[in-house]
């Protein structure tokens, strides 16, 4: 089951779409409506977090999901579902160097994990006002895609299968947007996630502590 935690975003269920494409095996909830110990019971093959509005620890559960089940769980971020895996590992969320509100970039990858067999340089479109502060960055995530002035657009954990796009993959005009949401799911469900999951005993929240 892929669980989807609604950050009380307007575009979560064309996300929830994209998902059911792959599979109708999922629950939608929304980020104050669910408890750690709810989503442990649940066990999710992976979970996806949502768009939204305001700052990432502004964003009910999420951040706290990412401590929680970071380590072994497939964990897809989208906006700011992927600023809160930055700042969770210890990167800075601030102001963008322009305010992108349904506006469309070029987005350069690495054609590794949820960019495999994505078309290299395709057009994503974009809503926000905050990005991670690619300086602050830990050595923990790597990015993993970035618009053509260096703008991070994607972000990886090296040991622990979590991934995040700061553009929106479930709009019209992101070009590869269902690929890269398609890629995520059948990852997860099949238990890969992209990552050798277990980390010698370390665990998410013990990792984004530390990297504070």
């Keep these: 089951m892929i669980l989807i935690i609604d950050n009380y975003d307007s575009f979560t269920y064309n996300l929830v779409h994209l998902v059911g494409g792959v599979t109708m095996d999922y629950r939608v909830v929304r980020n104050d409506q669910i408890g750690l110990d709810e989503i442990a019971a649940l066990d999710p093959a992976g979970v996806l977090i949502s768009p939204g509005p305001g700052r990432p620890d502004e964003a009910g559960v999420s951040e706290a999901v990412i401590r929680q089940f970071g380590e072994t769980t497939p964990i897809f971020g989208v906006c700011l579902g992927h600023q809160a895996i930055g700042e969770v590992f210890g990167g800075r969320v601030v102001h963008a160097p322009t305010l992108m509100h349904g506006k469309t970039s070029t987005v350069h990858h690495d054609g590794s994990s949820v960019f495999e067999g994505v078309t290299q340089d395709f057009t994503a479109t ?7 502060d690619r300086a602050s960055l830990p050595d923990v995530l790597e990015v993993s895609a970035e618009t ?21 993959p479930e709009s019209i005009l992101t070009t590869e947007g269902p690929r890269i949401v398609q890629n995520w799911v059948a990852a997860a469900l099949e238990g890969s996630g992209f990552r050798v999951q277990g980390s010698q005993g370390r665990d998410a929240e013990t990792e984004a502590t530390e990297e504070r």
């Design 126 to 132: 974009r809503y926000h006002s905050l990005v991670v």
């Design 148 to 168: 053509t002035d260096g703008v991070v657009m994607g972000l990886r954990h090296r040991s622990f299968p979590i991934e995040g796009v700061q553009f929106h």
